[in-house]
T-cell receptor, first 112, second 114 residues
Framework: DAEITQSPRHKITETGRQVTLACHQTWNHNNMFWYRQDLGHGLRLIHYSYGVQDTNKGEVSDGYSVSRSNTEDLPLTLESAASSQTSVYFC???????????FGQGTRLTVV | AQSVTQLDSHVSVSEGTPVLLRCNYSSSYSPSLFWYVQHPNKGLQLLLKYTSAATLVKGINGFEAEFKKSETSFHLTKPSAHMSDAAEYFCVVRAPNTGNQFYFGTGTSLTVIP
């Protein structure tokens, strides 16, 4: 079955370190997204991509970057981790703009 | 501008009683609306979606929602709660005038009391 997977599921890192969270989907979806989930905020969009070599900033993109070198993967990089980036991160994908999105299981990141 | 307001951050119901989770939206254009459910330590799963067809939408696990344009609402209901319904529920709007981005409500935590 096609799926979307995130790794790692849990990560503890130190302030100032670079961290990369992986997202891999096997549906061949063009659209991919990264969200962070924080209490009282729901899910907020960090970055998104509509296809290979396409990346766009979302609502809360400061301190994050993404790259899209192939259809299946959209890694999220925290250039210099900060305690404010402690959160649960969700990756999502969808086939087109008019279809539903499918979500990964989430990555819980703690920055100490 | 698009926004989603979930009117209750927490809802508690007894098992076997009806569930009502309220959602109001704001959108300049005809939106698509979704309800997603998140069980503890899990990803988000689609419950149901409204995309300009029938205003009463049926989803999985006995849930349904009614799109009311005049009230800008999309409330989620279920006639009889089950223990397994305990989870976080998110109302989501997708607006065509913003590249079809998803805008999430802040979530409603549903507790089912045995």
């Amino acid at each position: 079955d096609a799926e979307i997977t995130q790794s790692p599921r849990h990560k503890i890192t130190e302030t100032g370190r670079q961290v990369t969270l992986a997202c891999h989907q096997t549906w061949n979806h063009n659209n991919m997204f990264w969200y962070r989930q924080d209490l009282g905020h729901g899910l907020r969009l960090i970055h998104y991509s509509y296809g290979v070599q396409d990346t766009n900033k979302g609502e809360v993109s400061d301190g994050y970057s993404v790259s899209r070198s192939n259809t299946e993967d959209l890694p999220l990089t925290l250039e210099s981790a900060a305690s404010s980036q402690t959160s649960v991160y969700f990756c999502a994908s969808r086939a087109t703009a008019n279809t539903e999105a499918f979500f990964g299981q989430g990555t819980r990141l703690t920055v100490v | 501008a698009q926004s989603v307001t979930q009117l209750d951050s927490h809802v508690s119901v007894s098992e076997g009683t009806p569930v009502l989770l309220r959602c109001n939206y704001s959108s300049s254009y005809s939106p698509s609306l979704f309800w997603y459910v998140q069980h503890p330590n899990k990803g988000l799963q689609l419950l149901l979606k409204y995309t300009s067809a029938a205003t009463l939408v049926k989803g999985i696990n006995g849930f349904e929602a009614e799109f009311k344009k005049s009230e800008t609402s999309f409330h989620l209901t279920k006639p009889s709660a089950h223990m397994s319904d305990a989870a976080e529920y998110f109302c989501v709007v997708r607006a065509p005038n913003t590249g079809n981005q998803f805008y999430f409500g802040t979530g409603t935590s549903l507790t089912v009391i045995p």
